[in-house]
Nanobody, 121 residues
């Protein structure tokens, strides 16, 4: 079992930045990657960025170039830095533990409680 706890959300003005954190505990031998998803009101949850145990990353087109996913294995923590925030980035952001296979991320059953990000002037 893997437990995930997100933090770092908040309210920011357009153009600002945020760094979200996801602290993981526990283990599941199948998990070899972590990811951030987001869900805006009235919309489906979408994959934002993923990172493998080896450090490989991929990003949604909507955040590519202004977002960085990283991990600190010593702290069992995954981060998501988003710069140049836009109102359309407003959503609840969730951490997920899953697996990557041939360049595709597959969400596992492990989710955090979510952290809210609001981008508004």
């Amino acid at each position: 079992q893997v437990q995930l706890v997100e933090s770092g959300g908040g309210s920011v003005q357009p153009g600002g930045s945020l760094r979200l954190s996801c602290a993981a505990s526990g283990s599941d031998f199948r998990v070899n990657a972590m990811a951030w998803y987001r869900q805006a009101p009235g919309k489906q949850r979408e994959l934002v960025a993923a990172i493998t145990d080896g450090g490989g990353t991929n990003y949604a087109d909507s955040v590519k170039g202004r977002s960085t996913i990283s991990r600190d294995n010593a702290k069992n923590t995954v981060y998501l830095q988003i710069n140049s925030l836009k109102p359309e980035d407003t959503a609840d952001y969730y951490c997920n533990a899953g697996w990557e296979y041939r360049g595709t991320y597959y969400a596992g059953d492990y989710w955090g409680q979510g952290t809210q990000v609001t981008v508004s002037s």
